[in-house]
């Protein structure tokens, strides 16, 4: 491994941690190195330039954490299959382990670190990366046929690195829209090496191919194979909920969300199916949940205040009106510029009256005021559904017939 000609990105809050693994990664022969203070200023850099390394602190104070980071510089294609990404952190706590495990970078080092450490982590994850930067570009030029062509010459001749190699085809073959090939590279290397990820992946293409019965066995035997696996429990319950089982879908999302709590799309799905099931506490705590990682992670809508204003108001507890209100008074404040946020506002302002036990006359203020926003404007598509489920809640079905279809 020549660290001199690999470009390098060491994101770091801290100014002096930063500049201590600028030290060492020069000490071990690395030479074009660049600094990142924060998930914003990382993302940025990545998308000027690509890079072979990235060093990566776990907690990166305000905003996105270091597996956030990972998760939106993957779905961005900022991050390859040639990117040796390696997270550094002293935590140890249960929900950054289960974190770590599910997003799975391609090493974790824990602090203290050392020169020696460092170099030997690097030289391993390297050899497995190196092979694939051919792979890399024709990722990057979307040319998923060349990809997996030259995956096929690795294959060929990489035996030592090949369940890796079987792993990206399969995953690659998939995401270009060839199941039948997806499946074959994920049962050559359940040949090699039984996983969770190989069985959750044969469950998504007998799932392809309509085999809702197959697709649920794999899946279940994925997460009796390493419970950890948190894929195969998010598989589990969108097909569950696709095919007509909500209760048996909110199990598995329930259980999933106490393994591994901090991804977004986990607690969404919770959160859906609660409301589903007509959970509301449990739709109230995942919808709180949300608001709380969309913050961290810059993905904040209103339409998740709204949801979290809904669930309180059917949830009917002491001080869940005043709750909805207060919901009200965030997205006034988080979406004043926003050009829909003074109609969620009023969304979350109805639900409010539909929990409180108050003096009509505030309703009836309520829907004025409603009446006043409407004049001479139509409520945007995406609110007209919450629109009218709030009115219908408060009693005000003529309202909510009214609006526009």
Request: hydrophobic share 50%; charged share 25%.
């Amino acid at each position: 491994m020549n660290l001199s000609k690999i470009p390098i990105l060491v994101i770091d809050d801290f100014q002096n941690m930063r500049g201590t693994l600028r030290q060492m990664l020069l000490s071990i022969g690395a030479a074009d190195i660049d600094l990142a203070a924060n998930a914003e200023e990382a993302l940025a850099k990545l998308r000027a330039r690509r890079y072979g390394i990235v060093l990566c602190d776990y907690n990166l104070g305000r905003g996105m954490d270091g597996q956030q980071l990972l998760d939106a510089a993957r779905e961005a294609r900022l991050v390859g299959p040639a990117t040796a990404f390696l997270m550094i952190t002293a935590e140890t706590s249960s929900e950054m382990v289960m974190g770590a495990l599910e997003r799975a970078p391609d090493a974790y080092l824990t602090k203290p670190l050392s020169k020696d450490l460092l170099r030997a982590r690097l030289q391993r994850v390297w050899q497995r990366k190196e092979p694939l930067a051919r792979v890399d570009e024709a990722v990057r030029r979307n040319q998923p046929a060349q990809a997996l062509a030259i995956l096929d010459e690795e294959i060929a001749t990489a035996p030592g690195h090949l369940f890796e190699l079987l792993r990206l085809k399969a995953e690659l073959a998939l995401s270009s829209g060839d199941p039948a090939a997806a499946a074959a590279a994920a049962e050559q290397a359940q040949a090699l090496r039984p996983s969770a990820w190989g069985l959750t992946l044969l469950g998504l293409t007998a799932r392809r191919r309509q085999a809702i019965a197959e697709a649920e066995s794999r899946f279940r035997e994925a997460i009796a194979l390493t419970p950890a696996y948190m894929k195969a429990h998010d598989c589990l319950a969108e097909l569950l909920e696709a095919d007509g089982r909500p209760h048996e879908a909110f199990e598995v999302a329930e259980a999933a969300v106490k393994l591994s709590s901090k991804s977004l799309t986990r607690q969404l799905t919770l959160a859906r199916l609660a409301e589903a099931t007509g959970r509301w506490a449990v739709a109230e705590r995942a919808w709180q949940r949300v608001i709380a990682i969309a913050e961290q992670s810059g993905q904040r809508q209103p339409v998740y205040y709204v949801s979290l204003a809904a669930a309180l108001a059917a949830l009917a507890a002491r001080g869940a009106g005043q709750q909805a209100l207060n919901v009200m008074k965030e997205i006034r404040h988080e979406f004043r510029n926003h050009p829909e946020g003074e109609w969620w506002m009023m969304v979350a302002r109805l639900y409010a009256m539909s929990a409180l036990d108050t003096d009509p006359s505030l309703r009836e203020q309520t829907l004025a005021a409603l009446d006043t926003l409407r004049a001479g404007r139509t409520p945007p598509a995406s609110v007209l559904p919450w629109l009218r489920k709030a009115l219908d809640l408060l009693g005000a079905g003529a309202r909510a017939e009214a609006l526009p279809r």
